[in-house]
């Protein structure tokens, strides 16, 4: 195991968070702190265009919470607590202010797949699969899935999977919405950061406000969402990088973003 069991690296106004935390990448406490400090420590960084979230080898993501700790929190009767600190990780980086992805090898279950449900984006290699399977130990998903999943692809396939607790493939899992792209095995981080390299040419001002009328729109009435859509084109129109991004059309330059 490294040193720190979540890491962050900046290069080419992309960040990769890698969760290095063998076997299988479990989110023990010391993982959610190290992630709540990685998302935290992005979010500062100028530089930064796209975060992705991605688990160390191929074999796992994300392998969901530290079984052997359940033990402590059902004999102290504090269950609670646990679901709720791992909701505060999570809902950071739902926030998060710029796009994010989620680069997806190997298995994403239990609080795995409930961590990579808070990206924007969901790549998978071939060879990943997905599950909630906690109503095999007598329990539910208590990181959100009850919540984000039927959000993202309906009550009915995610009641499904809750209930049964069974495990899907990557293709499938691509099939019903649940992840946006399928690539090679072992191929996940790669076309993650070449989508992260797409968005690092873009304006950091522009890419915020879009992830903002998606965050806070999309839960809204439609007339209340457009409304909110006016309100942050205006928001555009007064930024430096929409006059530089005008003059460089007008010029027949690409645009020099100061990213404000």
């Known amino acids: ?89 999570f809902a950071k980086l739902e926030a998060f202010e710029l796009p994010t992805i989620a680069a997806i090898e190997g298995l994403c279950v239990g609080g795995g797949l409930e961590l990579a449900l808070c990206c924007d984006l969901r790549y998978a290699g071939a060879t990943a699969q997905f599950g909630l399977p906690e109503i095999k130990l007598g329990l539910l998903p208590g990181g959100g899935g009850t919540q984000r999943l039927p959000r993202l692809i309906g009550r009915d396939k995610a009641l499904q999977l809750i209930c049964s607790g069974e495990f899907m493939d990557a293709q499938t899992a691509v099939g019903i919405g649940l992840c946006t792209r399928l690539v090679d095995a072992g191929q996940a981080l790669r076309a993650a950061r070449e989508f992260g390299g797409l968005l690092a040419l873009q304006s950091g001002s522009a890419l915020r ?36 991004g005008v003059a460089a059309f007008f010029e027949k330059r690409e645009a020099s973003w100061r990213h404000a």
Not at 211 to 218: I, N, P, S, T, V
Not at 222 to 235: H, M, P
């Open 209 to 244: 406000l879009v992830k903002r009328a998606f965050a806070e729109g999309l839960e809204r009435p439609l007339a209340e969402g457009l409304a909110l859509e006016v309100e942050l084109f205006g928001a555009a129109m007064t930024t430096t990088d929409a006059r530089e």
């Open 1 to 89: 195991m490294t040193e720190k069991p979540v890491r962050l690296e900046v290069a080419d106004r992309v960040a990769v968070l890698t969760i290095d935390y063998p076997p299988v990448n479990a989110l023990a406490k010391v993982v959610a702190d190290g992630l709540e400090e990685c998302i935290a420590s992005a979010g500062a960084t100028a530089d930064v265009n796209c975060l992705i979230v991605t688990g160390a080898g191929s074999r796992a993501f994300g392998a969901g919470g530290d079984i052997k700790a359940f033990v402590k929190y059902m004999e102290n009767g504090t269950g609670a607590d646990l679901a709720a600190r791992m909701h505060q990780v």
